[in-house]
């Protein structure tokens, strides 16, 4: 088989549920070795997508190959070269976490040699200590999910699937799976395509961030090009009453590209902060509306998310 350009590579992948939409004419180039992030909110079409990629979900139109495999003629080749963590753990709680893994590697073909050097590879990322040895069935939340990471990882396969992959992980566990990912891909070369709804996440571990929403991609590019693509700064302003009146007199100065009303505060988005701020603090003392607070603050991907979907994917 000649290699290919690409170790993702689908075209118009559409889904339906009962007459919606789920994923909607969806197409995507992941080159090998890339980190890729699907970034949206619950139910934009998120993990229909991945579920189609790994195989368990058959798209209703498109076509698409993982590795240069057929998405439907290979299926049976694409589940051994790759590895999945979806958000539902697929665990046997009557297992001990060991005796999980171990089936795990058996299954991937590796030796009983294999299999222990991956175990004592991937403890301190399990770091469950002596309930490695017990049942799965008394683990928590978060254990149960870097339980399943492991297991996702543990034949090293060539591309790695991770669906909302840190969501019930408190913060030090959160940074140990980061940790983690950041390291498979940079010394194994492993291509890991993940979704979250986590900005931060999606910033920090993403080489390429798709916006996802409503089942369309509306937004693909780097973190940092996506955060340049907006090109203006943001106040945030909160204002002690009569936000509609403040909002409308901001909106009227020319300096002034847009405001957003989010909450009790307002997103004022201009091509010149120091400028604005000035021109917005007369404007509402002339209309003795009191100012809470002001602030400046760089760019994040909500402030993408919304100026491509109109909506907040996380609100302050």
């Not at 939409?21 to 890729?36: C, F, H, P, R, T």
């Not at 983690?180 to 940079?186: A, M, P």
């Not at 009303?261 to 091509?271: M, Q």
């Amino acid at each position: 088989m000649l290699k290919q350009p690409y170790a993702i590579e689908v075209n118009n992948l559409t889904k339906e549920f009962q007459g919606k939409l789920a994923v909607d004419n969806i197409s995507l180039q992941i080159k090998e070795g890339e980190i890729y992030s699907f970034l949206g909110p619950n139910g934009a079409g998120k993990s229909t997508t991945i579920k189609m990629l790994i195989t368990l979900l058959q798209a209703d139109s498109g076509q698409g190959n993982i590795q240069g495999y057929d998405l439907l003629k290979d299926t049976d080749t694409i589940r051994l070269l790759i590895g999945v963590a979806l958000q539902e753990a697929s665990l046997d709680e009557a297992q001990t976490g060991l005796q999980f893994l171990k089936l795990q590697g058996r299954l991937y073909g590796l030796t009983k040699d294999q299999i222990q050097q991956r175990i004592q590879e991937l403890t301190p990322l399990i770091d469950i200590g002596d309930a490695l040895g017990k049942p799965i069935k008394t683990y928590s939340g978060g254990m149960k999910r870097r339980l399943d990471l492991a297991a996702s990882i543990i034949h090293n396969p060539k591309i790695l699937f991770l669906d909302e992959p840190t969501t019930g992980l408190d913060p030090i566990n959160r940074s140990k799976v980061w940790t983690e990912i950041k390291r498979l891909n940079q010394e194994l070369g492993m291509t890991i395509f993940l979704t979250t709804q986590y900005l931060e996440e999606a910033d920090q571990l993403a080489n390429r961030v798709g916006i996802i929403c409503d089942g369309r991609i509306v937004a693909e590019d780097t973190p940092e090009e996506l955060k340049k693509s907006i090109g203006e700064d943001l106040i945030i302003l909160h204002v002690r009453s009569k936000t509609a009146q403040a909002k409308k007199i901001i909106s009227a100065l020319p300096v002034v590209s847009k405001v957003e009303e989010v909450k009790d505060k307002l997103v004022i988005s201009t091509k010149s902060s120091s400028e604005a701020i000035g021109q917005v603090t007369q404007s509402l003392n002339k209309h003795n509306l009191d100012i809470v607070t002001l602030t400046m603050r760089e760019t994040t991907l909500d402030d993408v998310f919304l100026a491509v979907t109109g909506n907040y994917l996380e609100t302050e």
